[in-house]
């Protein structure tokens, strides 16, 4: 499976942005697919998490009301909807996907599979 994110870019506070990650290869053996977000000196950290077969979605605490996480399957792609953004929104974010079943509170970025190259996301002040 290869993932390509895309959509980052500069935005200011309060602002809204769109990130996407097209998924290719054999697609049918995604079952989650997430974001993750690393600042510089940070570690990666959780966003969101959907399951690819019935669009269940779990977020991280502090995106909650902020971010909505969904997916076109038909496309193959998964979408993150960024709102009300903040400076300390500002990460490269990574698209992830899953081949098992695994719980979306799982926010532990070593178990998913496969990795997009990341998208940056700077949000001005």
């Known amino acids: 499976v290869q993932l390509q994110a895309s959509g980052g870019g500069l935005v200011q506070a309060g602002g809204s942005l769109r990130l996407s990650c097209a998924a290719a290869?054999?697609?049918?053996?995604?079952?989650?697919m997430g974001w993750f977000r690393q600042a510089p000196g940070k570690e990666t950290e959780f966003v969101a998490a959907?399951?690819?077969?019935?669009?269940?979605?779990y977020y991280a605490d502090s995106m909650k009301g902020r971010f909505t996480i969904s997916r076109d399957n038909a496309k193959n792609t998964v979408y993150l909807q960024m709102g009300k953004l903040k400076p300390e929104d500002t990460a490269v974010y990574y698209c992830?996907?899953?081949?098992?079943?695994?719980?979306?509170?799982?926010?532990?970025?070593?178990?998913?599979?496969?990795w997009g190259q990341g998208t940056q996301v700077t949000v001005s002040s």
């Open positions: 959907i399951n690819w077969k019935n669009g269940s979605t």
């Open positions: 992830a996907a899953a081949r098992s079943s695994l719980p979306l509170n799982t926010v532990v970025p070593g178990v998913y599979n496969y």
């Open positions: 290869g054999r697609t049918f053996s995604i079952y989650v």
